[in-house]
């Protein structure tokens, strides 16, 4: 039995976007909306044990950017006055769009965010 859907339910359904949890609970649940690449490293320094190298975290924070913002969803803004700060700004597209968290893969070395850390 297939389901049939309307013309119009087809148009209204959104398809939900997935993030890595981390970056769902900067992102989403503490409503980061201009930021730069240090400052989500910071949070997410402060949500998780899971990078015990700065750099490793600057990693993963600049993949996520980097993705973010092919898909539309953040764009730069770039300080021209005294040194150079990259910072990001959410889309109105972002804001339109349904996120969801990832689930982790179990032998992923990171640990879901728990419920109540904010």
Excluded: C, W
């Amino acid at each position: 039995m297939a389901i049939q859907f309307t013309d119009l339910e087809v148009l209204t359904m959104k398809s939900a976007v997935k993030l890595h949890p981390y970056i769902y609970n900067l992102l989403i649940e503490r409503d980061f909306d201009e930021f730069g690449a240090i400052h989500l490293r910071d949070a997410l320094l402060k949500i998780t044990d899971s990078y015990a190298d700065v750099t490793e975290a600057r990693k993963f924070i600049r993949r996520q950017l980097i993705r973010l913002e092919a898909l539309g969803f953040i764009f730069k803004i770039e300080n021209s006055s005294g040194r150079p700060k990259i910072l990001y700004k959410k889309t109105e597209s972002f804001y339109s769009t349904t996120f969801i968290p990832r689930k982790l893969p179990s032998n992923s070395r990171l640990a879901a965010v728990p419920e109540n850390v904010k």
